[in-house]
Nanobody
Framework: VQLVESGGDSVQAGGSLRLSCVVS????????IGWFRQTPGKEREFLCG????????YYANSVKGRFTISRDNAKNTVYLQMNTLKPEDTAVYYC???????????????????????WGKGTLVTVSS
């Protein structure tokens, strides 16, 4: 499985961005997808996850209410809509996958500490004040 992120950019605080994660293996709906981010010198941080059906989502408290994850299995793509961006959101953003047979529809909270199976190479988001 290959995951490719895109959409990273430089924006001012208060702005918005939408990141995309294209999953190469079909059908992508068999995979739970999570978004993570990392800044130099810090551990990778879980942000949110979406179930294989797209009906269930889970967010870390740090982004709840500002970020929205969604997926379009017809396009093999998962999105991360980021609103009201802050300078502390500056990071490399990654998407990652795990099979839905491992983490079910109502178990997305496990993504916070799960060792995901496949990772993209990341896309850089820079938020200036």
């Amino acid at each position: 499985v290959q995951l490719v992120e895109s959409g990273g950019d430089s924006v001012q605080a208060g702005g918005s961005l939408r990141l995309s994660c294209v999953v190469s293996e079909f059908p992508s709906g068999l995979y739970v997808i999570g978004w993570f981010r990392q800044t130099p010198g810090k551990e990778r941080e879980f942000l949110c996850g979406v179930s294989w059906s797209g009906l269930n989502t889970y967010y870390a408290n740090s982004v709840k209410g500002r970020f929205t994850i969604s997926r379009d299995n017809a396009k093999n793509t998962v999105y991360l809509q980021m609103n009201t961006l802050k300078p502390e959101d500056t990071a490399v953003y990654y998407c990652a996958s795990v099979k839905n047979t491992v983490i079910g529809e109502t178990q997305l909270w496990l993504l916070e500490h799960y060792n995901m199976d496949y990772w993209g190479k990341g896309t850089l988001v820079t938020v200036s004040s």
